[in-house]
Nanobody
Framework: QVQLVESGGGLVQPGGSLRLSCAAS????????MGWYRQAPGKERELVAR???????NYVDSVKGRFTISRDDAKNTVYLQMNSLKPEDTAVYYC???????????????WGQGTQVTVSS
């Protein structure tokens, strides 16, 4: 059974930093994309950052230059370093692991349970 377990969320003041971790178990995701999504109250879930199996990254415009996604395939773990946090970054952050199932690009998504990030003074 695949599990994604997030950690590292919490309360931080504006301008502060947090590092989220997501450890996968049950199967290995090396070579597959992994990412972070977030959902704020009353808003739809949005992609924050994604890293491909080859290490290419992409970010939503609002976090570019502040957040960095990385992965350690030996640990089957993906990270999100969040710097210069703003109140608008407040949300539940969800880890995502995407398993590519065929050459046409069909995939299956696995999700973590979410971790709360609150940016407030």
């Amino acid at each position: 059974q695949v599990q994604l377990v997030e950690s590292g969320g919490g309360l931080v003041q504006p301008g502060g930093s947090l590092r989220l971790s997501c450890a996968a178990s049950g199967r290995r995701f090396s070579g597959n994309p992994m990412g972070w999504y977030r959902q704020a109250p009353g808003k739809e879930r949005e992609l924050v950052a994604r890293i491909t199996g080859g290490g290419n990254t992409n970010y939503v415009d609002s976090v570019k230059g502040r957040f960095t996604i990385s992965r350690d395939d030996a640990k089957n773990t993906v990270y999100l370093q969040m710097n210069s946090l703003k109140p608008e970054d407040t949300a539940v952050y969800y880890c995502n692991a995407r398993l590519i199932v065929n050459v046409e690009g069909a995939y299956y998504d696995y999700w973590g349970q979410g971790t709360q990030v609150t940016v407030s003074s």
